[in-house]
């Protein structure tokens, strides 16, 4: 029984898209330590007189405060998280765009350079000719009310 439901969570899409994240992500880490350790770090060590980051300690007593590695950890951590995030940022925006071009408009990027090239000759704005359909994303006549590839029934858009 504790097999079988172990065998439908991990053969789930959700569970193994994690499992490769998690592989990924490990792999990711090691290069970040390395760019961090053997190429940002040393670098900033010309520009700080030659000091060795990883060995920075502070003494006190018997006891070792060993900041340095503390310090290489943190650019580690934050070279990931920009990393993550422009990855985030990027997907998306790419999510947005084909959100928006799925509902049959026009992405962000080609509106605005239609309008603007428009606006530059003082032209109007010519209606759109083509749309999506929403419900098999093929293109289709603007002015369609159903769509000839999966014939879907279209909503009336007042374009």
């Not at 018997?62 to 310090?71: E, H, R, T």
């Not at 083509?130 to 603007?142: G, H, L, M, Q, W």
Request: overall charge positive; glycine content about 6%; charged content about 25%.
């Amino acid at each position: 029984m504790i097999l079988k439901e172990f065998k439908e969570f991990a053969s789930k899409g959700n569970a193994m898209d994690m499992a490769v994240g998690v592989i990924i992500g490990g792999a990711f880490q090691k290069i970040v330590s390395s760019l961090v350790e053997d190429i940002i770090m040393p670098t900033i060590s010309i520009f700080t007189g030659n000091v060795d980051f990883s060995e920075l300690v502070w003494k006190i007593g018997d006891a070792s405060i060993k900041y340095g590695n503390f310090l290489t950890t943190i650019v580690d951590f934050l070279i990931i998280a920009f990393s993550i995030f422009i990855a985030l940022k990027t997907a998306n925006t790419l999510n947005k765009r084909a959100e928006a071009i799925a509902k049959g408009g026009f992405d962000k990027i080609t509106d605005n350079k239609l309008l603007n090239k428009y606006k530059k000759k003082n032209e109007p704005v010519p209606e759109p000719t083509i749309k999506t359909c929403p419900f098999c994303f093929s293109e289709i006549n603007a002015k369609a009310t159903r769509c000839p590839h999966c014939t879907s029934e279209l909503e009336k858009e007042t374009v």
